[in-house]
């Protein structure tokens, strides 16, 4: 009996491994967000149009990147870079229907379904938050 605990016991240590990679999409702080997006107002204006996005500072890890999915869909998504910890290089820039990370790597993701893009894809997707419509052209985003 003593053999078959030691026999189990070695079976279980070399099938276990370590895994050292980041990928536990940990980087973003769990910050409070709560942005009314109108649509009539000018700084939103081109949210009027499919495939555009528009940046709101001051909010989220990096600000918030809303984009307009079709006709009846806005999405928004952190503006910061989930594979990094927050830092000056890891804020996204909108690149059309693309952002992108100012780190070395520049990260590449698609705005309007949040996945990594390219050579170099990540396993962590932009962040989410919750976008309600709460009236005509208004829009609620919060996490």
């Known amino acids: ?3 078959f605990i030691i026999i189990l016991c070695a ?3 070399i099938g276990c491994s370590r895994n050292d990679n980041l990928n536990n999409c940990n980087f973003l702080l ?3 967000v709560n942005i009314n997006v109108n649509l009539n107002l000018p700084q939103f204006s081109q949210l009027q149009n499919t495939g555009n996005s528009v940046r709101i500072n001051g909010q989220g890890n990096a600000g918030i990147i809303v984009t307009r999915v079709n006709s009846s869909t806005i999405r928004a998504w952190d ?5 990094h910890p927050v830092s000056g290089c ?5 690149d059309g229907v693309n ?5 070395d790597d520049a990260n590449v993701y698609n705005l309007l379904t ?3 893009l390219g050579e170099n894809q990540q396993p ?15 829009f609620l985003v919060t996490n």
């Not at 890891?90 to 909108?94: E, F, P, R, V």
């Open 30 to 32: 769990d910050v409070g």
């Open 79 to 83: 503006g910061a870079d989930p594979n």
């Open 124 to 138: 962590c997707t932009l962040r989410a938050y919750r976008v309600d419509a709460v009236g005509n052209n208004q």
């Open 90 to 94: 890891s804020t996204l820039t909108i």
């Open 114 to 116: 949040g996945q990594s």
């Open 99 to 103: 952002a992108v990370c100012g780190c």
């Open 1 to 3: 009996m003593k053999n």
């Open 11 to 13: 079976f279980l240590l």
